[in-house]
């Protein structure tokens, strides 16, 4: 199994930075689980195509999409979608996999996407895998150096796709500074279970965690828990950059965020080329797919050393000379 995942991971493809304008107007839907302003997964997609459409224009690129759209109802949507003569379908999340490639098998002459997923899929059917141990690793550097209590949790959606990789990432990057450090990981079983997520994060908080993380859009509930710790040293690490901006964000020390608007121009520019699908789009911080950032108002919790380490991190990370088997932990 272990080599099946790192064949198809070797099959993705790397691409530049560089992309032509359209020549022709190309028609772009999402369907998402959640909502497209949820401050995580599906607000990242989201962001990353308006941003596309603002620098190309609408008359350009059109964009539509679908929220609270579960996969087995997600179907009716994607016809839909297929009879206004959308170019490009995007199922954003590992869950609409198979819906994607029922649809793709009846609509040959239309593009599907999903991710996250290492596989290669048929000649109309891209994925797209953030290689997201590499913003774990980061992640859990912080939080191993600012715990007190060497408790930290981790609050996941599924262990797989790019969460596993994430977690993994995440445990190591704690254990390559704080080996002492335990971390307590727990998941919802759901993408988008913002109240269990909470309850969660509540039980490690409980039970002496001080640093805490998740992804997925059912992060912003451990989020929220964290929060509500207001007189107490709680923090937070984020797998998303939105979460800086909003209420909660005084909690959160570091986030980082998929930048996936190189996955979308590479959507467009190999249609438009004739290439409807079958490959795979990384995302990493090499090729410009991750984007990290300080919160600098968190105050002294965020010290001058700290933010040293985990800068060395990602400096390391992106010039290979730092590799992380996020296979190995089990």
């Known amino acids: ?16 930075s560089v992309y032509a304008v359209p020549k022709n107007k190309i028609k772009i839907a999402m369907i ?4 497209v ?12 195509i308006m941003a596309v459409q603002k620098k190309y224009g609408s008359s350009l690129v059109e964009y539509s999409y679908s929220e609270k759209m579960k996969p087995v109802d997600a179907g009716s949507a994607a016809r839909q979608y297929v009879a206004k003569g959308y170019d490009i379908i995007i199922g954003h999340g590992a869950q609409y996999k198979n819906l994607m490639l029922e649809m793709a098998e009846e609509f040959p002459k239309t593009t599907f996407a999903f991710g996250t997923s290492g596989e290669i899929g048929p000649k109309n059917v891209f994925t797209y ?9 980061i992640n859990g550097v912080i939080a191993g150096l600012v715990t007190k209590t060497n408790i930290i949790g981790l609050v996941g959606p599924v262990d797989g796709g790019d969460a596993a990789r ?9 254990r390559s500074v704080n080996p002492k450090a335990q971390v307590q990981v727990a998941y919802t079983g759901s993408f988008g279970d913002y109240v269990k997520a909470a309850e969660l994060a509540h039980t490690q908080i409980k039970a002496g965690a001080d640093v805490l993380t ?14 509500e710790y207001k007189d107490k040293a709680i923090w937070w690490v984020g797998q998303d950059t939105a979460q800086l901006g909003i209420p909660e964000g005084y909690k959160v020390i570091a986030a980082a965020s998929y930048a996936y608007e190189a996955v979308v121009e590479n959507l467009i520019d190999k249609r438009q080329a004739g290439v409807l699908g079958g ?52």
Request: charged residues 20%.
């Open 32 to 35: 998402v689980e959640s909502t």
């Open 214 to 227: 998740g992804s997925a859009q059912q992060a912003l509930g451990a989020l929220r828990a964290v929060a």
């Open 279 to 330: 490959e795979c789009i990384p995302l990493n911080f090499a090729n410009g797919g991750f984007v990290y950032q300080f919160n600098d108002k968190v105050g002294p919790v965020l010290t001058a050393d700290i933010r040293k380490s985990a800068e060395k991190a990602k400096a390391d990370i992106s010039s290979g000379k730092l590799s992380i088997d996020w296979q190995s932990v089990k």
């Open 166 to 174: 994430y977690n993994r990432g995440f445990v190591l990057g704690v």
């Open 37 to 48: 302003d949820d401050k995580g997964w599906c607000q990242s997609m989201h962001d990353a």
């Open 1 to 16: 199994m272990k080599r099946l995942v790192l064949m198809m991971l070797a099959l993705c493809v790397a691409f530049g």
């Open 129 to 137: 895998m953030p290689e997201s141990e590499e913003t774990g690793y």
